[in-house]
């Protein structure tokens, strides 16, 4: 059903688990079978994505799709892995069965959420900063 490389990312994956001092989580579920995942980020003041993690409840196609999303987007631009297609992922694992295709979009769903999160946690701190009269 999968093919090696799918399976050899199954077996040794990625970027697993919780990233400790993330400033950006996205969750997301997937409607088509209810699994979750959850991606973390850790963006700098240059809003550069300097790691990435995350942790699913979901089957191998997401846990692979997972891994190598997180592997694509570190060190890149917020703006940068924003642009990240699934298609690439699809690519670079050399395809998944057509019935798990929509499980490796739930990647890129989570980056998004994890974006999200992370600016609006950036306007919290500057809200607060200009509250204090801090800069
Ligand atoms: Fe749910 Fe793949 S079957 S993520």
Redesign the pocket.
């Given at each position: 059903m999968y093919n090696d490389k799918v399976m050899e990312i199954f077996q040794n994956p990625k970027n697993v688990g919780e990233l400790k001092g993330a400033n950006g989580i996205g969750t997301v579920g997937?409607e088509?079978?209810g699994?979750i995942m959850k991606l973390y980020i850790k963006v700098d003041k240059n809003e550069v994505i300097t790691n990435a993690t995350f942790k699913t409840f979901?089957?191998a196609?997401?846990i692979v799709s997972s891994s190598v999303a997180t592997e694509m987007i570190k060190g890149k631009k917020i703006e940068e892995a924003l642009k990240l297609e699934n298609q690439q992922i699809l690519d670079y694992l050399g395809g998944l069965p057509d019935n798990?295709i929509h499980?490796s979009i739930?990647a890129k769903e989570a980056l998004e959420a994890a974006v999200k999160d992370y600016r609006k946690r950036i306007k919290k701190q500057q809200k607060a900063k200009t509250k204090t009269g801090k800069n």
């Amino acid at each position: 059903m999968y093919n090696d490389k799918v399976m050899e990312i199954f077996q040794n994956p990625k970027n697993v688990g919780e990233l400790k001092g993330a400033n950006g989580i996205g969750t997301v579920g997937n409607e088509a079978c209810g699994d979750i995942m959850k991606l973390y980020i850790k963006v700098d003041k240059n809003e550069v994505i300097t790691n990435a993690t995350f942790k699913t409840f979901g089957c191998a196609a997401a846990i692979v799709s997972s891994s190598v999303a997180t592997e694509m987007i570190k060190g890149k631009k917020i703006e940068e892995a924003l642009k990240l297609e699934n298609q690439q992922i699809l690519d670079y694992l050399g395809g998944l069965p057509d019935n798990k295709i929509h499980c490796s979009i739930l990647a890129k769903e989570a980056l998004e959420a994890a974006v999200k999160d992370y600016r609006k946690r950036i306007k919290k701190q500057q809200k607060a900063k200009t509250k204090t009269g801090k800069n």
